[in-house]
């Protein structure tokens, strides 16, 4: 059974850029399609950011897409998010997902990201 | 387009609760719907996808429709248990991107 488990630093001063990464375990970074950054405001909705597949492809979402990269590397088996200029509104709990194009059937356990100066 | 859920539902024990979620345009059976369950301070899990799929494991008090004459989705969750409190959210897809609802808070009084 696949397992996510994301890391990075959980402070980010604001203006700076926040970076997480998501390591893949029990499963081929390859064997599935997309990979998909989401995140939750506390006590808010989720909001997906992005997605990656494994050729490289992206998808952003528009209102973030000046602001994110995503990269993948397959050799660590382990896919990555960048987040220019943050601001306070960026604190979030960060989950990395596995998404087969039939929902989210994997999440990581999230990590909670909190821009402050 | 949106997805649109209520803020909150409430029940009691032993009843039965269905939240529903309004596609604002587009027809809700052209993108499959998933539907997840975040208790406080975990990850969402699916508890139906594919429209009416539950994965494994799920109870089957849980089923989920689709009614295109109101372009919603529901969820349906029967018998219901203290352990169901939690918050559910729908998501589908536009395109390359996905889209979630805005969450319903489910309370079992």
């Known amino acids: 059974q696949v397992q996510l488990q994301e890391s990075g630093r959980g402070l980010v001063t604001p203006s700076e850029t926040l970076s997480l990464t998501c390591v893949v375990s029990?499963?081929?970074?390859?064997?599935?399609?997309?990979w998909a950054w989401v995140r939750q405001p506390p006590g808010n909705g989720l909001e997906w950011m992005g997605e990656?597949?494994?050729?490289?492809?992206?998808n952003y979402n528009p209102s973030l897409k000046s602001r994110v990269t995503m990269s993948a590397d397959k050799s660590k088996n382990q896919f990555s998010l960048k987040l220019t200029s943050v601001t306070a509104a960026d604190t979030a709990v960060y989950y990395c997902?596995?998404?087969?194009?039939?929902?989210?059937?994997?999440w990581g356990q999230g990590t909670l990201v909190t821009v402050s100066p | 387009f949106m997805l649109t859920q209520p803020h909150s539902v409430s029940e009691s024990p032993g009843k039965t609760v269905t939240i529903s979620c309004t596609r604002s345009?587009?027809?809700?059976?052209?993108?499959?719907v998933q539907w997840y369950q975040q208790r406080p301070g975990n990850s969402p899990t699916t508890v139906i996808s594919?429209?009416?799929?539950?994965p494994s494991g799920v109870p089957d008090r849980f089923s989920g429709s689709i009614d295109r004459s109101s372009n919603s989705a529901s969820l349906t969750i029967s018998g219901l248990q203290t352990a169901d409190e939690a918050d559910y959210y729908c998501?589908?897809?536009?395109?390359?991107?996905?889209?979630f609802g805005g969450g319903t808070k489910l309370t079992v009084l």
């Open positions: 990656i597949h494994h050729s490289g492809s992206t």
């Open positions: 594919e429209f009416d799929q539950r």
């Open positions: 029990g499963g081929s970074l390859s064997s599935h399609t997309w």
């Open positions: 998501q589908s897809y536009d395109s390359s991107a996905a889209i």
């Open positions: 345009s587009g027809s809700i059976a052209s993108a499959y």
């Open positions: 997902a596995r998404d087969g194009r039939r929902g989210f059937g994997a």
